[in-house]
T-cell receptor
Framework: GAVVSQHPSRVICKSGTSVKIECRSLDFQATTMFWYRQFPKQSLMLMATSNEGSKATYEQGVEKDKFLINHASLTLSTLTVTSAHPEDSSFYICSASSQRGALQQETQYFGPGTRLLVL | AQTVTQSQPEMSVQEAETVTLSCTYD???????LFWYKQPPSRQMILVIRQEAYKQQNATENRFSVNFQKAAKSFSLKISDSQLGDAAMYFCAYGGLYNFNKFYFGSGTKLNVKP
C-alpha cells in the first residue's frame, strides 16, 4: 500500500515552454501533497504544500506564479513549471499523506521523482 | 523553526557489520514524529523507520533500529548486519503535528557498504 507515482519520470524542454508534472496516489486518498526540489548531492527542499480543493501554500522564496500547483482531487496533484529556464533544471519529487483510512497520518509517501532538463 | 542536523556527510561500513547514523534536531514542540528515509541511486525516497515522540520505546524494523533520546533531541539509526543494498543516502526528518505534517529534513548521510 501507499504507492505514489509521478509522470513523466524525465522531461527535456526548450527554454520558455511550460512543463506539467503529475503526482498520483494510487491506492489511498491523499489529503495533503507536497512538492520538493532536490539538487545533486543535496537534501530535499520543500517548495509547497497543497491540500485537496484549496490553494497551495508556498515556501518563502518560491515563486507561485512560476510553479503552479493544483490539487484538484484526492489522488492527483500537478506542478506546472511555467516559462521554464535552464536554472529550473532539477529533480522534482512529490509526496503525499492522508488523514483518512488506515495509513499512518503523519507519514509522507514519496513518488519516484521527475528529472527536468531545460535547454 | 525546527532544524535537523546530520553531522556525518558520509560513512562506510563493512558488509555484515553494524553502523550508526546520527541525527539531532531542535524543536519547542512536545509532540512530533521522527523519520529515517533512504534514497538509493534510483532517487526513490523509501521510509525506513518512524518514531512517535510520545513513545519511550525505540522503534525497530528488522535490521533497523533507532536510539531516541527526547531530552537530548537525538535520533540515531542503527543498521545491523549491513547489506550491499543498504548503500544509499539516508535522510533524517522531523514531522510536526501542525502545518499539515510539513517535514524538516537533515542534509543527509551517504552510506557506503564495502563487500
Amino acid at each position: 500500500g501507499a504507492v505514489v507515482s509521478q509522470h513523466p519520470s524525465r522531461v527535456i524542454c526548450k527554454s520558455g515552454t511550460s512543463v506539467k508534472i503529475e503526482c498520483r496516489s494510487l491506492d489511498f486518498q491523499a489529503t495533503t501533497m507536497f512538492w520538493y526540489r532536490q539538487f545533486p548531492k543535496q537534501s530535499l527542499m520543500l517548495m509547497a504544500t497543497s491540500n485537496e480543493g484549496s490553494k497551495a501554500t508556498y515556501e518563502q522564496g518560491v515563486e507561485k506564479d512560476k510553479f503552479l500547483i493544483n490539487h484538484a482531487s484526492l489522488t492527483l496533484s500537478t506542478l506546472t513549471v511555467t516559462s521554464a529556464h535552464p536554472e529550473d533544471s532539477s529533480f522534482y519529487i512529490c509526496s503525499a499523506s492522508s488523514q483518512r483510512g488506515a495509513l499512518q497520518q503523519e507519514t509522507q509517501y514519496f513518488g519516484p521523482g521527475t528529472r527536468l532538463l531545460v535547454l | 523553526a525546527q532544524t535537523v542536523t546530520q553531522s556525518q556527510p558520509e560513512m562506510s561500513v563493512q558488509e555484515a557489520e553494524t553502523v550508526t547514523l546520527s541525527c539531532t534536531y531542535d524543536t519547542s514542540e512536545s509532540d512530533y514524529y521522527l523519520f529515517w528515509y533512504k534514497q538509493p541511486p534510483s532517487r526513490q525516497m523509501i521510509l525506513v523507520i518512524r518514531q512517535e515522540a510520545y513513545k519511550q520505546q525505540n522503534a525497530t524494523e528488522n535490521r533497523f533500529s533507532v536510539n531516541f533520546q527526547k531530552a537530548a533531541k537525538s535520533f540515531s539509526l542503527k543498521i545491523s548486519d549491513s547489506q550491499l543494498g543498504d548503500a544509499a543516502m539516508y535522510f533524517c526528518a522531523y514531522g510536526g503535528l501542525y502545518n499539515f505534517n510539513k517535514f524538516y529534513f537533515g542534509s543527509g548521510t551517504k552510506l557506503n557498504v564495502k563487500p
